[in-house]
């Protein structure tokens, strides 16, 4: 099995603070892996640290491999580039936007790398969300929590990623949403996408993953 991800003793600190300490973990092509964990622990540093998001006061040490290929040196915009997208907890929609524009914002870097077939992903989007297809024409700022975090979760995809990442994809959301946002992401792991999220939802989350660290 290939590997897509391989994070090696990676340490984060803020300041004097460390909030990472040692993490080793590997995403196998096409599986599901998960990293779950209290509030606190450290999740959605790691993760902003394999993406290369840190805010100025972080810094950090250890190696992220991506499809073979260090990715120290390498910013947010050159990850994506290479496949990489990461659905943040706070989800970071175009409020004053509509849902179909928030989508294609998703496939802007396919289209300025000159894809012709750069939408190719929105119908699939729709299928899988079909309320996004309902409230297309509608800003973003309008939409429930539970719609929300499915438009981000589009947008995500319509960059066409190898790599999925979703930092607390359930936060805030009611027990039936939860129930829908992990059976997208079942249905999607299905065609074959890879998934690496973190969560607090320990019972969803071992339920969907193939491979679990804590």
């Known amino acids: 099995m290939s590997l897509i991800l391989e994070v090696k003793d990676l340490h984060v600190r803020y300041g004097k ?12 092509a096409g599986k599901i892996v998960t990293v779950i964990g209290p509030n606190g622990a450290g999740k959605s540093t790691m993760l902003n640290a394999v ?7 972080g810094s950090s040490t250890g190696s992220v491999r991506f499809l073979g290929h ?3 040196g390498i ?6 580039a290479r496949g990489m997208c990461l659905v943040p907890e706070k989800r970071e929609l175009f409020a004053s936007m509509t849902v179909e524009d928030n989508l294609l914002l998703g496939a802007f870097r396919r289209k300025r790398a000159g894809e012709r077939n750069y939408l190719d992903q929105k119908d699939v989007v729709y299928d899988l969300f ?10 973003a700022g309008t939409l429930s929590g539970g719609e929300r975090q499915m438009l981000a979760v ?9 790599l999925l990442m979703l930092d607390e994809p359930s936060l805030g959301l009611a027990p039936i949403v939860v129930k829908q946002i992990f059976a997208t992401l079942r ?13 607090q939802n320990a019972n969803h989350a071992l339920r969907l993953s193939d ?4």
């Open 211 to 214: 491979r679990a660290y804590v």
């Open 187 to 199: 249905e999607l792991a299905k065609t074959g996408m890879t998934i690496f999220l973190v969560e």
């Open 75 to 80: 910013p947010v915009e050159g990850r994506v």
């Open 17 to 28: 603070v460390e909030a990472v300490h040692g993490a080793n973990l590997k995403v196998e």
């Open 130 to 139: 079909p309320r996004l297809r309902e409230r297309s024409k509608q800003e």
């Open 51 to 57: 993406m290369g998001a840190l805010p100025v006061s």
């Open 70 to 72: 260090d990715m120290a």
């Open 154 to 162: 589009g947008r995500a995809l319509m960059a066409k990623p190898q």
